[in-house]
């Protein structure tokens, strides 16, 4: 579950033990706390969700992934599943558990973006191994990048 998601949970929590406090309406609890149940387990259930969807899409695009250096990924191989290897130098929009992995290898360093959290803990420094599709970089029209499928560590 992201930050973001905890943030909007401990904020909503607050407003119902304030309004509580305030009003000493017993009743009002019988709907809040469903509903704070509810902001707890729909992001959860979400997050399951997708983790189990990238699971799946990494048991299909393993066998057809090929093996590729950072440097050698072009404009022309966006559609294509690649494998890359190298490591993270930094990772950005992990509190919304949407990471973007900086990885470098001897030849380039590319974005890799999850939309989910990968399923062992990676960070900065850590040699990994990424599987995704090439893609053109949201934010730019020049420069690409590879949505991953999955994103582990790997023993040096």
Known sequence: MSVFAWIVFIICA????????????????W?????????????MTL???????????HEQSENQARSCKIGKIVP?????????????QKISFKWLNRPHFHIKDATGE????MFTAPANKVAAGDKVEAIGIV??????????????????????
Do not use: C, D, H
């Not at 709907?31 to 992001?43: D, E, F, K, Q």
């Not at 997050?47 to 899409?57: E, K, N, V």
């Open 110 to 113: 590319i974005r890799v973006i």
């Open 14 to 29: 607050g407003a119902v033990a304030l309004n509580y406090a305030a009003t000493g309406n017993a009743s009002f609890l």
């Open 47 to 57: 997050a399951w969700m997708s983790r189990r969807s990238f699971t799946q899409a």
């Open 76 to 88: 022309a191989m966006i559609g294509n599943v690649v494998r890359i290897s190298g490591e993270v």
């Open 135 to 156: 893609m053109k970089y949201p934010l730019s029209k020049e420069r690409i990048a590879l949505s991953a499928v999955s994103v582990k560590r790997i023993e040096n």
């Open 31 to 43: 709907y809040a706390i469903p509903g704070l149940i509810l902001l707890l387990v729909i992001p």
